[in-house]
């Protein structure tokens, strides 16, 4: 039963224009939400995270939309570049009772292509 | 980059042979985690620490073992490999608090023949 769902598996987008990934999750009890982007034959690094205390978090050109009560959560890229070209994870935490930090649950990625 | 190091980069192992995986931070962080990257599947956790020699089970633990005998290292072993077996293997870290995020190592690449 997948908690965090990426249900589009890729993207192609010309570069200057915007990029939307998105992402679904299941369980109420997330309060931390985080995107990772990976390229082939490297580990996922960290690109943009947001509590659930916001509904958006900037960071350059990348910023994360929260939508709590649609359980969805949204990456945009402004404007998109070909070095962008990647596999993107949406990723979930929740605290767990005791306040200790829950594991992080994964989507399955969306490939990125940004074509020049 | 956060300090992780993962060993060995690349691995042909046989049927039924058992490996290790390393994973070594200097981040002196608290949390460690093993996952498992599958076409179709992202990324999967197999075991987690949260300190020295405390460890516990992820969504895909069958077939795995992890020990932690000092904060910077955190094994990963496949007692018997098999063929499912085979996939990248990313080691992760993370620091303790409420909204920290998990620092990833360059992965391991198993193929099990």
């Known amino acids: 039963d997948q908690q965090v769902k990426q249900n589009s598996p890729s993207l192609s987008v010309q570069e200057g224009r915007i990029s939307i990934l998105n992402c679904d999750y299941t369980n109420s009890m997330f309060d931390y939400f985080l995107w990772y982007k990976k390229y082939p034959a490297e580990g996922p690094t960290f690109l943009i995270s947001i509590s659930s205390i916001k509904d958006k978090n900037e960071d350059g050109r990348f910023t994360v939309f929260l939508n709590k009560s649609a359980k969805h959560l949204s990456l945009h890229i402004v404007p998109s570049q070909p070095g962008d070209s990647a596999v993107y994870f949406c990723?979930?935490?929740?605290?767990?009772?005791?306040?200790?930090?829950?594991?992080?649950?994964f989507g399955k990625g969306t490939k990125l292509s940004v074509k020049p | 980059d956060a300090g992780i190091t993962q060993s060995p980069r690349h691995k042909v192992t046989e049927t039924g042979t058992p490996v290790t995986l390393r994973c070594h931070q200097t981040e002196n962080h608290r949390y460690m985690y093993w996952y498992r990257q599958d076409p179709g599947h992202g990324l999967r956790l197999i075991h987690y620490?949260?300190?020295?020699?405390?460890?516990d089970k992820g969504e895909v633990s069958d077939g795995y073992s992890v020990s932690r005998s000092k904060t910077e290292d955190f094994l990963l072993t496949l007692e018997s490999a098999t063929s499912s077996q085979t996939s990248v293997y990313f080691c992760a870290i993370s620091a303790v608090g409420r909204n920290t995020e998990a620092f990833f190592g360059q992965g391991t690449r198993l193929t099990v023949v």
């Open positions: 990723a979930a935490r929740r605290l767990n009772y005791g306040g200790s930090q829950g594991n992080l649950i």
């Open positions: 620490s949260y300190g020295v020699k405390d460890t």
